[in-house]
Structures are given as structure tokens and as C-alpha cells.
């Protein structure tokens, strides 16, 4: 694997207890680790970028229902592609660059090889929809949330990445109804005060949180649609050896954005996801203790919503089994 790949992990787990919180801290921020550091953007590049892009764009060939804009969304996505250049140009000015100052501009990323002249909001002078052109260009999933009526929903987006659930089904829904599966939200509040702390964000006062699970797998398209794909790896993980099962298995972090939007006034959520195999990950001995701590101690009802209740026992015998 590549070095910088780990040098980069957001490893998700300050303490060796894991409990669901609102978690959140103002972005970006440097975040400093036993392997390296992340955190210093609100998009990140890495060496995986021409790889997960032409991922995205074949999800997105086989499955359409991973984009939806509500029509009532079109001047958010304009905002987004916008805001989401000027921070890849800003993040990486030696291949990326937004020239202009409207409604005329050039987007260039030297990645692709492109140079775009565009006018804002004029739909005919990009070659794609707005939010599906800039989501060629970023590897983070994008939702938006138009905040109306006292609540938020989620009424665009173009998420290929999903973990065990579905933007198609989810579009159009409140935000408590799109986390209503989330074992203990609601009863412990948390879920209300995400909203209502969401609901309160400022335009230029981004803030940041991270999730996990684990993954069978290099999948980063691990959606309920592709269930039938991806469900069977997990008992598999009971059958093979010790070699494989390190191999396979991969802590999957989420490192998700909140960006409140100046113009439009919608809610950017950003997901970027990363995946680090346990052989990778026992190589740093702090990742490894505290991952086996996390799991060992992680309450029935949330291993089972993460999907990882039948393997849970055997991850932790493996990560205590691999201690120097």
C-alpha cells in the first residue's frame, strides 16, 4: 500500500471507548498522528484521486439514482461547484486553479488535463449539470441540505460511496428521517442537537466530524443497492485464514464536512472516505490497540447497526494476536 496513503488515514478514534456523539470541531484543522497527519483542507487529493474518480463515474453509468438535484436546488448546486473549486485552488495551487471573478471563469485542473471556461449559472456553458461536473473533479460524496420550515432535508446530492445506505431511497427526506435507523439518536438527543447545531452554521465557519465501520474489501461502494455484491463477504470473514482476514478487512473512515453555503444558504455535506486494511493498521501499534480496545467494548445494537456484529469478536482476537 501506498505510504502516504497511511501517512494521511484520519485514524476516527481518540479514546478507546466509542459511543455516538455530535463530535464535531471547526475545519480545517491539521490533526497530527503516530503515522503522519490529515486534516489541513475541506477537499483532500490524494494518490487514489484518478482511481476513485473513474470509480464514480462507472457507479454512476450503472446506477443514475446515486444523483438527484429537487428542482428547487439548482441555484445550491451552482454555489457548490463554485465553492468547491476555489477550495481545490486554493488547497492545490500547482495543478488547480479558478481564474475570473463573475459571472465568467475558467476552472483548470491539470490532474485531468482540463481547462473549462464557464458562466455561473448558465447550464450550456459546462459540459454536465453542476454538482455532477464538480463531483468529477473532488473525491468527496456531496449532499445538500435545504434548510426550510424549521427543519433540514436532503434534497440534492451525488453520493457513489455510501456505506450500507442509500442517497436514491434517502433524497427528499428530513434529516431525523434520514438518520432514523441510527440506533440511540434519538433517545440520547444527539440527533436533535446535530440538527439544531447544523441549522446554526455560518457561511465562512466550516466545521468537520468522522465516522467509522469496517469493510470487506477495497469497496468503497458498499450501498444498499449493491448489497447482494457485498453482504456475503461478511461471513466469509468467520472462514478464512489469518493472512487474508488482515488483509480484507479495512477500518473505513469517513471524514465529513459542513460547509453553510454563502450565496444559496444551503448546507454542504462533504464525505470523503478512507480505507485502511487491519495489516496496514497493526503496523501502527497505537491504531491497533485502540481499534481492538474500541471494538471489544462497542455495545451489541451499534455493532450490529455498523454490519460487523458476526466478525466483531474475530477482529479484535486478530488485533490482539498481532501486538509486537
Known sequence: MDRALVAGFPFPFPTDRYRYSTNVEPAPRVVSTPAGQWGASLVDVDGEYHRELDERAAVLERDPSRYAVLDHMAPACWDTMLTLMRELAAAYPDVMSLDGDGPSYVWTNRLFDVEQPFTYAQPSTLPDEPLRYVASQVQEDL?????????????????????????????????????????????????????????????????????WTLTVGRRLDVSTERYP???????????????????????????????????????????????????????????????AAVLADLPDDIADYKGIAGYRDRAVDWLHAHAP
Do not use: C, K
Open 143 to 211: 449532499v445538500l441540505l435545504d434548510q426550510r420550515d424549521g427543519d433540514l432535508w436532503g434534497d440534492a446530492g451525488l453520493v457513489t460511496f455510501a456505506a450500507d445506505w442509500s442517497f436514491g431511497f434517502d433524497v427528499g427526506m428530513s434529516f431525523l428521517e434520514i438518520h432514523g435507523p441510527v440506533p440511540r439518536l434519538r433517545e440520547t438527543g444527539v440527533i436533535t442537537r446535530a440538527r439544531e447545531f447544523i441549522m446554526r452554521l455560518q457561511p465562512g465557519a466550516p466545521y468537520r466530524r468522522t465516522n
Open 229 to 291: 455484491e457485498w453482504g456475503p463477504d461478511r461471513p466469509r470473514m468467520l472462514t478464512v485464514d489469518d493472512v487474508t482476514f488482515g488483509r480484507e478487512v479495512h477500518l473505513r473512515t469517513e471524514v465529513q464536512h459542513l460547509v453553510r453555503l454563502e450565496e444559496s444558504g444551503a448546507v454542504l455535506f462533504l464525505i470523503r472516505t478512507y480505507l485502511l486494511p487491519f495489516e496496514e493498521l497493526a503496523r501502527v501499534e497505537p491504531w491497533r490497540a485502540t481499534t
